[in-house]
Structures are given as C-alpha cells and as structure tokens.
C-alpha cells in the first residue's frame, strides 16, 4: 500500500544530542513537509520541500535540518540548538505544493527530551 | 497572510446527539478550505475540503461542513455522532489559486460518550 512511514515512533534524546527522524514515501510525491504538533498548539510547519535538493523554511524552523537527497526520503534532523524539542512529529506529502491538494500525513513520531 | 479559528477546544456530547464545531478564517483573498481528523497516537486525514461550487461539502462518514464567505466561517457538523467519532479535529485554510500551503487551527476534541 501507498503511504508515509516515519520512524521510529518513540525517540528519547539527552539534552545537547541531535536526532534525527526519519520519512519515506512512496507516493510519488514531489512535496515533503515537516509539522510539530504540541498539545492546544495545533501543527506548526517547520520545514518543507518542493522537490529534490530543495527546501524552504517553514514557521518554526529555528534548531532544525533537513535534506532532500532522494524524491522518497526527507529526515528531519532536531538539533542541540531547539530549545523545547518534546512534541509529536509529523511528516506529510502531497502531489505539488499547490494550493486545494490535499496533504498526506505519516504516524507521526513521538521525541522526548530526558 | 491567513489565519484560522477554532473556538472551541473541546466538545463533549452523548452518542446519537448532533454536533457543530466552528471554524472561522481570516483571509483577504479568496480562500480553499479543509477539515482533518486526527485519532489518538496517529497522523491526519482529510475529511472533507471546499474549493468551489457547492457551499455544502460532505464527506463519506456523515459528516458535512459549509462554506460561508459572508461569515468567514466553516462548521463542520454531523447530525448523530457515534462513540468512533471521538477525535481531534483540525481546520485549515489556504489562499486559493497558487502555490500555498494550509495553514491549520489549534484543533477541537470531540469527544463523544455512551
């Protein structure tokens, strides 16, 4: 079946570490996007990716990376410098960035800093 | 640049009751519209989208939403909930006619009991 898996599911990161989150698809979608979700916050773009070897900042991009090396795969990489990096992930795709298309989205995966 | 409103961040009601929860949008263009579902511990789905036409949008579990550009506003409703329906549900809006990517609201709880 088509669809976003993000992994893993439940990540736990020291304080000063970088993790990085993974997300394939195989929809054959050009467009990525990264959303954090925090409790009574809804989702929040952080980054996203109009095609390979391209992204663009989203609202909330401080203290995070990403890359776009392959058209299925875009990882999110949450670096020492996010403050606050406890929250539910969210990667989603859709055919083109376009107004209308609908958005795809994966599991999610939970990170908590201990 | 446009927002969007969820006034409500939690909605309890009994099983067969009929149920609303509001959306409203801000935008000074013309605007695409959607509901998402969101059940516990996993990612989103589309449950319904306004692009043009028809003002009533349904979806294929009962639910039905109108776009009202007088109101700015965009309720979804469904007249008899079922204990299933019990969810997070997000609005989002989108400048129609380009490359935008949606902008969500905080979410509502509807959260349905026996």
């Known amino acids: 079946d088509g669809g976003i898996t993000q992994s893993p599911k439940y990540l736990f990161r020291k304080e000063g570490q970088n993790v990085t989150l993974s997300c394939e698809q195989n929809?054959?979608?050009?467009?990525m996007y990264w959303y954090r979700q925090d409790p009574g916050q809804g989702l929040r773009l952080i980054y996203y990716?109009?095609?390979?070897?391209?992204?663009q900042k989203g609202d909330i991009a401080e203290g995070y990376s990403v890359s776009r090396e392959k058209k299925e795969s875009f990882p999110l990489t949450v670096t020492s410098a996010q403050k606050n990096p406890t929250a539910f992930y969210l990667c989603?795709?859709?055919?083109?960035?376009?107004?209308?298309?609908?958005?795809?989205f994966g599991e999610g995966s939970w990170l908590t800093v201990v | 640049a446009q927002s969007v409103t969820q006034l409500d961040s939690q909605v309890p009601v009994f099983e067969e009751a009929p149920v609303e929860l509001r959306c409203n949008y801000s935008?000074?263009?013309?605007?695409?519209l959607f509901w998402y579902v969101q059940y516990p511990n996993q990612g989103l789905q589309l449950l319904l989208k306004?692009?043009?036409?028809?003002?009533l949008v349904e979806s294929i579990n009962g639910f039905e939403a109108e776009f009202n550009k007088s109101q700015t506003s965009f309720h979804l409703r469904k007249p008899s909930v079922h204990i299933s329906d019990t969810a997070e549900y997000f609005c989002a809006v989108s400048a129609s006619g380009g490359s935008y990517i949606p902008t969500f609201g905080r979410g509502t709880s509807l959260i349905v009991h026996p």
């Open positions: 935008s000074s263009v013309s605007v695409y």
């Open positions: 990716s109009q095609i390979v070897n391209d992204f």
């Open positions: 989603a795709s859709s055919l083109v960035v376009l107004s209308g298309n609908t958005i795809y």
């Open positions: 929809l054959n979608h050009d467009a």
């Open positions: 306004y692009l043009s036409g028809s003002t």
